[in-house]
């Protein structure tokens, strides 16, 4: 009978403990919010998220990896070195070494690709929602704005501007790519916002008295993040590829160290006709491990924000089987199909 007590009291324990350790493992669970736990669970944006942030990484200490100074010249001697353990990129011909030019170069073209998302994407998220939700004049202005940045010719416009514009600085190629890149998102967050702009909590924001603004990035804008997302990671390796392409053709700051430059002044040396392959070839690896990690994490965000692309149970997987010495497919039975 002593022992009834006793177990009452563990089980009033237990039980009364249990209602006050669920709050804490569910404030661990929301330390890592839910679309960036989304994201890590894909196998595609996780790929792209480590790519990125070891990129990130290699710019943050670029002058701890690097050996020599980017614009460090090596003389005559130190001049056309093929990868080696002292140039693991080799040299230039003007003796620079690769090595440091690329992971000092990972700054100026990561700062330049996310600004120049950045400016595109708050244009695009401001004009294009605003025109959704305010209609009329409005929505007419700003729709034929949309309309003339997207018959102008990206490249052409920033070809001709950057030859004519004196100064092409990084500030000045972020303004160049920001205000070219904004117009097709700009369209695209339009007709989602049309679709949200009649639903309940945006009316009854309305009937609340809530202003404009108020409703446009406090209603709309939260429930199209998934979208705003996927347009700045699109703008932002379109910008570096842009940039680069500007650059090698020499229509960008050549005093700059830059992933772009680097392969300029291999080309204007002729490097590859005097079989140096490796100032092109490791300049242009870092942009397109660059590239493919903001592809994959694009990707990544448009399953994440689509349930149709989802990798889930719901989706049709195939089953190998063996059927009278021949191996073929059946669809999985968990699927209920």
């Given at each position: 009978m002593a022992s009834v007590p006793q177990v009452e009291a563990t089980t009033t324990d237990a039980v009364g403990a249990a209602p006050l350790a669920l709050p804490s493992s569910r404030r661990k669970?929301?330390?890592?919010?839910?679309?960036?736990?989304?994201?890590?669970?894909?196998?595609?944006?996780?790929?792209?998220?480590?790519?990125?942030?070891?990129?990130?990484?290699?710019?943050?200490?670029?002058?701890?990896?690097?050996?020599?100074?980017?614009?460090?010249?090596l003389g005559l001697l130190g001049a056309r070195q093929a990868p080696s353990w002292d140039h693991p990129f080799g040299t230039t011909d003007q003796g620079y070494d690769i090595f440091a030019q690329v992971v000092f170069g990972a700054?100026?073209?990561?700062f330049l690709g996310a600004a120049a998302a950045a400016l595109a994407t708050v244009l695009a998220t401001t004009l294009g929602v605003l025109a959704a939700y305010a209609?009329?004049?409005?929505?007419?202005?700003?729709?034929?704005?949309?309309?003339?940045?997207?018959?102008?010719?990206?490249?052409?416009?920033?070809?001709?501007?950057?030859?004519?514009?004196?100064?092409?600085?990084?500030?000045?190629?972020?303004?160049?790519?920001?205000?070219?890149?904004?117009?097709?998102e700009a369209r695209i967050l339009r007709g989602q916002a049309l679709t949200l702009r009649n639903r309940d909590f945006v009316l009854a924001a309305k009937v609340a008295g809530e202003g404009t603004w108020r409703i446009v990035f406090g209603e709309l804008v939260p429930n199209m993040i998934s979208?705003?997302?996927?347009?700045?990671?699109?703008?932002?390796?379109?910008?570096?590829?842009?940039?680069?392409?500007?650059?090698?053709?020499?229509?960008?700051?050549?005093?700059?160290?830059?992933?772009?430059v680097t392969m300029y002044w291999a080309q204007v040396n002729s490097t590859f006709l005097q079989g140096e392959w490796w100032p092109f070839f490791f300049p242009g690896m870092a942009l397109a491990i660059t590239v493919l990690a903001l592809v994959f994490i694009l990707a990544g965000v448009d399953e994440v924000s689509n349930p149709r692309l989802r990798s889930t149970g719901r989706r049709r997987r195939m089953r190998s089987m063996f059927v009278g010495g021949r191996s073929v497919f059946v669809p999985d039975p968990e699927d209920g199909r």
């Open positions: 669970r929301k330390i890592v919010p839910e679309w960036l736990r989304l994201l890590l669970a894909n196998p595609k944006s996780r790929l792209g998220i480590t790519l990125l942030l070891g990129m990130i990484l290699v710019a943050i200490f670029a002058p701890v990896l690097a050996k020599w100074e980017p614009q460090e010249s700054r100026s073209s990561l209609g009329g004049f409005i929505d007419e202005v700003i729709n034929f704005l949309t309309n003339v940045f997207l018959v102008i010719p990206t490249i052409p416009l920033l070809v001709v501007l950057s030859a004519y514009l004196k100064s092409r600085g990084t500030f000045t190629m972020v303004l160049i790519l920001g205000l070219t890149l904004w117009a097709f979208r705003i997302a996927a347009a700045f990671v699109l703008v932002f390796y379109v910008s570096i590829l842009t940039a680069a392409g500007l650059e090698f053709l020499g229509l960008g700051n050549m005093d700059a160290t830059s992933w772009g």
